[in-house]
């Protein structure tokens, strides 16, 4: 199985691609640290205040896979909130 998490950031905070750049940056280096996902940003960097986040996790059992992705999930959340950012909206498909 596999879980494709996206996550669709509004950066308050940011006021430049740089700022909007820095809050990308820790979002995906914590989730990659603390649980051990492949994290990659899924466009452009056009707009400042805007970000989607897509989280890719593998394994043979779909209720880890679940427990997984909501933990992530929160865990997004709480860094983005840290960060002058929100998560507006999330959603999971399994594979």
Same mark, same amino acid.
């Given at each position: 199985?596999?879980?494709?998490?996206?996550?669709?950031?509004?950066?308050?905070?940011?006021?430049?691609?740089?700022?909007?750049?820095? #809050?990308?940056? =820790?979002?995906?280096?914590?989730?990659?640290?603390?649980? &051990? %996902?492949?994290? @990659?940003?899924?466009?452009? /960097?056009?707009?400042?205040?805007?970000?989607?986040?897509?989280?890719?996790? #593998?394994?043979? =059992?779909?209720?880890?896979?679940?427990?997984?992705?909501? &933990? %992530?999930?929160? @865990?997004?959340?709480?860094? /983005?909130?840290?960060?002058?950012?929100?998560?507006?909206?999330?959603?999971?498909?399994?594979?």
């Amino acid at each position: 199985m596999i879980a494709f998490l996206t996550l669709e950031l509004h950066i308050e905070a940011a006021q430049s691609i740089k700022d909007r750049r820095q #809050v990308v940056r =820790s979002l995906k280096d914590r989730l990659r640290t603390s649980f &051990n %996902v492949s994290v @990659a940003e899924l466009d452009a /960097a056009e707009l400042w205040n805007r970000a989607t986040i897509g989280v890719v996790s #593998v394994s043979s =059992s779909r209720d880890y896979l679940d427990g997984l992705m909501k &933990n %992530v999930e929160r @865990a997004a959340t709480r860094i /983005a909130n840290n960060h002058g950012a929100d998560v507006a909206d999330s959603f999971v498909e399994y594979f």
